[in-house]
Nanobody, 125 residues
Framework: QVQLVESGGGLVQPGVSLRLSCVAS????????MGWFRQAPGKEREFVAGILWNGGTRYADSAKGRFTISRDFAKSTVYLQMNSLKPEDTAVYYC???????????????????WGQGTQVTVSS
């Protein structure tokens, strides 16, 4: 059974940092592109960052310069380091896997086959 399990969310004040983790299991994911998405109340799910099987990365404009995506192949884990958090970063953050070896890290929700259950990030003073 394929599982993506996120952790690391919480309630934080503006300006602080959080690191989200996503542990993948049930199949080999090291050749997959992985992504982080988020969904705020009343809004569509949106792309935040993606990472390729070879470590290449891409980011949404809102994440550039503040967020860093990385992966640990030995632990089948993908991370999202989020710095200088803003209230507008408040959302449920989802980890996703494309499900096809050597595919691109698409920014489209529909291109990802596997999803985690999400972890809430709330940025508020």
């Amino acid at each position: 059974q394929v599982q993506l399990v996120e952790s690391g969310g919480g309630l934080v004040q503006p300006g602080v940092s959080l690191r989200l983790s996503c542990v993948a299991s049930g199949r080999a994911f090291n050749s997959d592109a992985m992504g982080w998405f988020r969904q705020a109340p009343g809004k569509e799910r949106e792309f935040v960052a993606g990472i390729l099987w070879n470590g290449g990365t891409r980011y949404a404009d809102s994440a550039k310069g503040r967020f860093t995506i990385s992966r640990d192949f030995a632990k089948s884990t993908v991370y999202l380091q989020m710095n200088s958090l803003k209230p507008e970063d408040t959302a449920v953050y989802y980890c996703a896997a494309v499900g096809a070896a050597f595919a691109l890290a698409s920014s489209s929700v529909s291109d990802y086959r596997y999803w985690g259950q999400g972890t809430q990030v709330t940025v508020s003073s």
